[in-house]
């Protein structure tokens, strides 16, 4: 394609799948590429594949600004700036007023499900980034990206070595979706060459109850696990106790409530219909991840 595509936290979990993505694909020359970081020495790799590579710190508005010169469409991976309130949102915004004066096509942004209705702390954080991208009349796509199946690894080690984890999730569901599942939707998408603006939210095929999950991953591992249910109060309490940091506390709880609250009890056919693939399991990703769980 000629479009030139360009990805920030390109160093990131999220970032270096969407750009393996990209280059798996066949569809864009290395050299059509653009992977963006604060730190540009960790993308050497993909410079070695022909990947154009710059930096971007999105405290600075210059380099952001001179990052995306040039480039077509580009997405915005958001930041994990939570430690101060109303920080990661300036950045969001810094990203965005320099792809306008970038000239950019096409903004493509991961944000979160439901972040209108949604208990989570920094759900403002995607709803203003969300908002800001719109008013740019840029044409945009909005990848609201699901709970992963990778954030199990925070609670379940743990919960395996003691048999118990806690949770104030009660009888909420979701549905979730692999890591490498919502980058290659990210990828279809900047590979699209769509200009049509679009929501996506991007899950995985089937809701489970924390009850469910452990029971799957009992079945998986042969170890016992068993769910406690315990309020929001409770299971702050826990975190504290165990050394969590205060500004991570409420963060963490809200996970769990936001669950039980329905917010992020939704099944949808975006990832599918952006990549042509099935999503991942959770059977089948918890049966890959044997080693991390039981460590």
Known sequence: M?????????????????????????????????????????????AAKGVQTRAADFDDPASLEKAFAGADRILIISTDALGQPGKRLQQHLNAVAAARKAGVRHILYTSM?????SVIPFAPDHLGTENAI????????ILRNGWYMENLFMALPHA???????????????????????????????????????????????????????????STTGKKLDVVHISDEALAGGLKGAGLPDFLIPIVVSFDSNTREGHIGMVTSDMPALTGKTPISLPAFLEASKATLVQ
């Open 2 to 46: 000629s479009e030139t595509l360009l990805v920030t936290g390109a160093a990131g979990q999220l970032g270096k799948l969407v750009l393996d993505a990209l280059l798996a694909s066949g569809k864009v020359k290395p050299a059509g590429i653009i992977a963006a970081s604060r730190d540009s020495t960790k993308l050497a790799a993909y």
């Open 113 to 117: 499900p439901n972040p209108e209705t």
């Open 134 to 141: 719109k008013a740019t009349g840029i044409p945009y796509t």
């Open 160 to 218: 395996l070595e003691t048999g118990q984890w806690f949770s104030s999730a009660g009888a909420g569901r979701l549905a979730h979706i692999a890591r490498s599942d919502a980058a290659e939707a990210a990828a279809a998408a900047l590979l699209s060459g769509s200009t049509e603006s679009r929501t996506y939210t991007l899950t995985g095929a089937e809701l489970r109850s924390t009850d469910e999950i452990a029971a799957l991953v009992a």
